[in-house]
C-alpha cells in the first residue's frame, strides 16, 4: 500500500510540474488569448453586419451546439502545438531532462505525466471557451436548444485535438527540437488545409481524405438545415476534425445519411454537383473516431518509445 502511495505521489508531482509549465508559457496563455477573440468575433461580427444592413439578426436556436468552440480546425490545431511542442523537446534543450530523471520517476512516469498535464490543461481551456460560447450564444441568438449535448462536443473537441497532440510530440522526441515539432506539424497540417477541399471536390480519390488527419472530405444530409441556398443541407466532414460535429449531428439526426459531391466540367465551362456516393452518418462516426484513436496510439507509442530510448549527454 505504502508503495503504491509513493507511485501516486511521485508521478502527480510530475503532473503538477508540467501544469505550471503549461500554465506559464506565453505561447499558452497567446493561444488562449487567440481563441477567446476568434470565439468573440464568431458572435459579434453577425451583429455588426446585422447593424449595417439595417436587419434584425434572426434568433437561431442551434447556434450553440451547431458551433461547439467557435475555433475552427486551425484553432485546434494551435492548442495542440502550444500545449506539447516543447513537453518533452523543451527537456532537452534546456537541460532540464537530467535533473527530472535523477528524480525517482521513471521516464514512462514522466511521459504519462506530461501527457495528463497536456489533458487537463486542454481539457480546462475548452470547457471555459464552450461556457463562453453557451451564454455569448444565448446572449446573441436568443435561447438555445441541446444544450445537454454540449459535453459531447467537448469530448469530441478534445479527441481530436489530440491527433495533433500525439503527432507533435512524436516529432518533437525524435527530433529533440520543439521548433521542428512545431514548423513539421504546422507543414503537415498546411498540405492538409491546402490539398483536402481539392481533392474533396475535383478527384474521384476523396475517399483517401477519411484516413488523414484533418477536415476530411464533406459531403451533406441532404435537406436538413442547409448552410446557404446553394448547399443541399448541413454539411458533415469526415475528418478527424470534425468527431465533435459528427458526434451531434448523429445525436440529432441518428438515421441520417450523407451524400458525397464532386464538381464535374462540361462543355462551355459550366460547372455541376454530382452526387458520387452516399453513406450512413454512424459509418462516418464511427470512422472518424477509429482513425483518430489509432493515429493518437500510434503517435504517442512511438514518442514513449523514442523517449524510452533516448541518450541523455549530461
Known sequence: MKRNLGWKTRFWAVVKYELLWNIRK???LGVIVVAFALATLSLALPVLLSNMIGQPLEQNPDYVIST?????GLGIFLFAVVIVMNSISGEFESGTIVPLLT???????????KLLAAFITLLSAY???????????????GPQNNLHLLPLSLLGTVVSTFVWI????????????SLIAALGTFGIFIALTISSPIISIFTDQAWILNYVPGSGMTGY?????????????????????NIAANLINYALYPTSNVTFFNISAFMGQSQQMVETYTEPLSIVLVR????????????????WYSFKQAQISE
Open 221 to 241: 444530409i441532404k435537406g436538413i438545415n442547409p448552410q446557404t441556398p446553394y448547399t443541399p443541407g448541413i454539411a458533415v466532414s469526415t475528418g478527424t476534425d
Open 68 to 72: 461547439g468552440a467557435g475555433i475552427g
Open 166 to 177: 500525439a503527432i507533435v510530440l512524436a516529432i518533437g522526441t525524435i527530433s529533440k527540437s
Open 103 to 113: 528524480k525517482p520517476v521513471s521516464r514512462t512516469m514522466v511521459f504519462l505525466g
Open 288 to 303: 472518424s473516431v477509429l482513425v483518430a484513436l489509432a493515429y493518437i496510439i500510434t503517435f504517442l507509442s512511438i514518442s
Open 26 to 28: 506565453k505561447k499558452f
Open 127 to 141: 470547457a471555459i471557451l464552450f461556457i463562453y460560447m453557451a451564454v455569448g450564444g444565448t446572449i446573441v441568438y
